[in-house]
C-alpha cells in the first residue's frame, strides 16, 4: 500500500492510503515506477481536534480489540481502510489457481458467473484467460469460499455489520492488459447502486490485491468522504470504444478528488457502499487480478427499488439472469447469491 505526503488538509482528512489525485503534488511526494515491493506501509494517524466518542460507521462492540480508535476514526472521515499482508500469499495463490481452472472449462463452474471483456469477447484463438475479466457468486465454492470466509477476514468485517455477517456478492476481478480501447477501466460508482438491500452502514466491502497493484495496472481508486452523500444516479459512460456489461458509473464524478490505492499482494481495502471508488486502464502487459467480497449484516432488509435510481440495474441483472434460464426478481436473485458465514444464522446451516 503506498501513500502520497500531499498537502492533506486541501482534501479534508489527515492520513490516507493512496496516491492523491486532483490537486498539487510537493516535491517530495513519493514516485512509483510499478516494481512489487515498492508500496511503502505509511500510516498516519488522525489528530481530531476534539476525540471522536461516537461512530457511525463502526461497531463499539466487535472493534474493540480489532480495530485502533485511530483507525475507526480514519473510516468514519474517508469511508475506507486499508489493511497491510491481511490474506496469506498461499490462499491468494491458490485462488489464482481456481480462476485459471474455472475459465478453462477444467472444473465446472456450476453457478459461479463468468464474465468476458467487451474488447475480446469475440476474438478467437486467445486464451481464456485473457477473455475473461471477472468470475462472481462463488461463496459456496469449495475454494473461492476459503477467502469468503477466511476468520482473520471476517474479524475485520464484523467491525462494520457486527457479529452476524453475511456474505452478498463475490467476485474475482481479472483485469487485463488493455488493447488500446481502454474497457479495462471501471467507472466511478457506488456498490450500493446494485444492492436492493439496507441500511447502508451495515454493508462493507473487502477488497484484497492479489499482486502488487498501481497505476500502471489499473489500481483501485477512492473519492474520501463521499460516503456521507447520497446513492447518485448510475448509467453507461459515454466511453467511445463502450464499457463492459453492468459497470454503471456517476457522470461528472470524475471531476473531483480521489485517492490511488497502490497495494502489495495481501493488503486488503474495506470500504463503505456509498464510497465513489472506480479504477484505471490496465496499461501494463500482465493482468491485474484482486479478490473480493461484499458483507452485511445478516439482518439486512430488502428494499422495492420500482421508481428508484436503482430500477434500472435490477431490470439489467433480472434479464441477464432470464437468458440464462433462471427467471427470479432482483430480491430473489441477491438472496440466491448469499451466504451467511458468522453467527447465529451461519451456525444454524451447520
Partial sequence: MSVSLEAKSKIGYSFGFGVQQGISS?????KFGGVPGTAPHIYNPVRSSKP???FRFTLDETSTGKLTTRQREFYEENGFLVIPNLIPDNLIDESRQRFLDLVNRKVDAGSILLM?????????GLPNERIYNKIQDFVWDEVLSKYVCLPELL?????FTGKDIRAVHSMLINKPPDV?????????????HYFPFRPADRIVAAWTAMEHIDDNNGCLVVQPGTHKGVLEQHDYPDWEAGVNKMYHGIRGAENNPRVHLHMEKGDTVFFHPLIIHGSGANVSNNFR??????????DIEYIDVKGTSQENIAKEVEDIAARKGVV???????????RDVRGKKAESHL
Fill in 155 to 159: 474479524d475485520y468485517v464484523q467491525c
Fill in 328 to 338: 427470479m426478481d432482483f430480491v430473489d436473485l441477491w438472496e440466491f447469491r448469499s
Fill in 180 to 192: 488500446g480501447t481502454k474497457t479495462s477501466r471501471h467507472p466511478l460508482h457506488q456498490d450500493l
Fill in 26 to 30: 510537493p516535491k517530495h511526494a513519493y
Fill in 52 to 54: 471522536k466518542t461516537n
Fill in 289 to 298: 487480478k484482486a479478490i473480493s467480497c461484499h458483507y452485511s449484516t445478516s
Fill in 116 to 124: 468476458k471483456d467487451l474488447s475480446l469477447k469475440d476474438k478467437k
